[in-house]
């Protein structure tokens, strides 16, 4: 059963540590993204990645978050140092290319206090 | 980039009721996703539907491409299609923008 995994599920942490994101895409998907999730901005698209080079991480606010994918099996985002407006649903996804059908882990639920 | 417009916000059913959810786009797509999340936050593939109608069980949809827009059929509702519908497009090699999502609520 092919499916984007993603760890941890949930991830409580206190403001200022590290908070690291892990994403297995599914085998043999070239493109991997990551979204946010909040009530008030929606879902919005912070990195991705095609062939394991970054293609586009405007989304993301660089100086406390990186992404990298160090090999085709892993996937992680990175927060450094973490902060209470960063609590959110964090999704990554995979797919065949970015303009083929994408599919969704179970996304990381972070609050940070 | 591309603007993605879903209508209704927000939509509350009686059981075994039909309903019918749009998503506009501001551009062309060649790639559209219509997405159901479930109240545990999970995103559920529904369709993959860059053009064309199909069909899945009780729930189909159309887009035509040549108009920017897809449409989302629920026929028959039931408590668990409940929920937040999203539908998502992008063009070339840029990836999904969402849009805001139809928030359906089906009552018993």
């Known amino acids: 059963d092919a499916r984007v995994t993603q760890t941890p599920r949930h991830k409580v942490t206190e403001m200022g540590q590290e908070v690291t994101m892990r994403c297995q895409p599914i085998?043999?998907?070239?493109?991997v993204f990551w979204y946010r999730q909040t009530m008030m901005q929606g879902l919005e698209l912070l990195a991705y990645?095609?062939?394991?080079?970054?293609?586009?991480d405007s989304g993301m606010p660089k100086d406390r978050f990186s992404a990298e994918m160090p090999d085709a099996t892993l996937a992680t985002l990175k927060i450094q140092p973490s902060e209470p407006r960063d609590s959110a649903v964090y999704f990554c996804?995979?797919?065949?290319?970015?303009?083929?059908?994408?599919?969704f882990g179970q996304g990381t639920r972070l609050t940070v206090v | 980039g591309i603007q993605v417009e879903q209508s209704p916000p927000d939509l509350i059913l009686q059981e075994g009721a039909n309903s019918t959810l749009r998503c506009n786009f501001s551009?062309?797509?060649?790639?559209l996703q219509w997405f159901h999340q479930n109240p545990w936050g999970q995103l559920i593939n529904l369709f993959y539907?860059?053009?064309g109608t199909k069909q899945n069980g009780r729930l189909s949809a159309t887009t035509v491409a040549t108009e920017r827009y897809s449409l989302l059929y629920i026929s028959s509702s039931q408590t668990t299609d409940s929920g937040v519908y999203f539908c998502?497009?992008?063009?070339?090699?840029?990836?999904?923008?969402f849009g805001k999502g139809t928030r359906l609520s089906v009552i018993a």
């Open positions: 085998l043999g998907h070239n493109t």
């Open positions: 998502a497009g992008n063009s070339g090699n840029t990836p999904l923008v």
């Open positions: 539907i860059p053009s």
């Open positions: 551009d062309s797509v060649n790639n």
């Open positions: 990645f095609r062939n394991r080079a970054p293609l586009d």
């Open positions: 996804a995979s797919g065949w290319e970015s303009n083929t059908e994408a599919f």
